[in-house]
């Protein structure tokens, strides 16, 4: 039986997305024994693919919020040239395909800001609170 560290290193290099080929080389273990453990195993190598990637995306990705700013950033500058431009130069052309771009990279962006209410309240309830709303308003 294989010790706990050569299975240890059998789900890092999996989570790598290294072939079965090259582990066995590597670990000096056969194919066979590496698709078992694969099996038994599964859970913790998608749990290190899944922590590696998000180490990945906070190396290599800026931000959603920073995303945003540099998008509008941008929105706002190619708006600012074209309110200057006549639109018989060329490159007008460019920038209005680049301000669609912006725009639906802005609309991706979009957050759901709806407000969710916990406590809920019988449609009755509801309307005599607006109609003591109402006339704390008329006094």
Do not use: C, P
Not at 17 to 33: A, H, P, Q, R
Not at 57 to 69: L, S
């Amino acid at each position: 039986m294989k010790s706990n560290e050569t299975k240890k290193r059998f789900i890092e290099l999996r989570a790598k997305g290294i072939s079965f080929s090259k582990i066995s080389e590597s670990l000096k273990v056969s194919k066979k024994t590496l698709i078992e453990w694969s099996r038994e195993l599964e859970r913790e190598i998608t749990n290190l693919k899944a922590i590696e990637m998000e180490e990945l995306q906070e190396m290599y990705y800026v931000q959603k919020r920073k995303r945003i700013e540099l998008f509008g950033k941008q929105l706002e500058q190619i708006m600012k040239e074209l309110d200057q431009r006549n639109f018989s130069d060329m490159s007008t052309e460019k920038l209005l395909e680049l301000q669609l771009k912006y725009l639906d990279y802005l609309k991706r962006e979009e957050v759901d800001l709806s407000l969710h209410i916990e406590e809920r309240t019988s449609l009755d309830e509801a309307i005599m609170n607006m109609g003591k709303s109402i006339k704390t308003v008329r006094v």
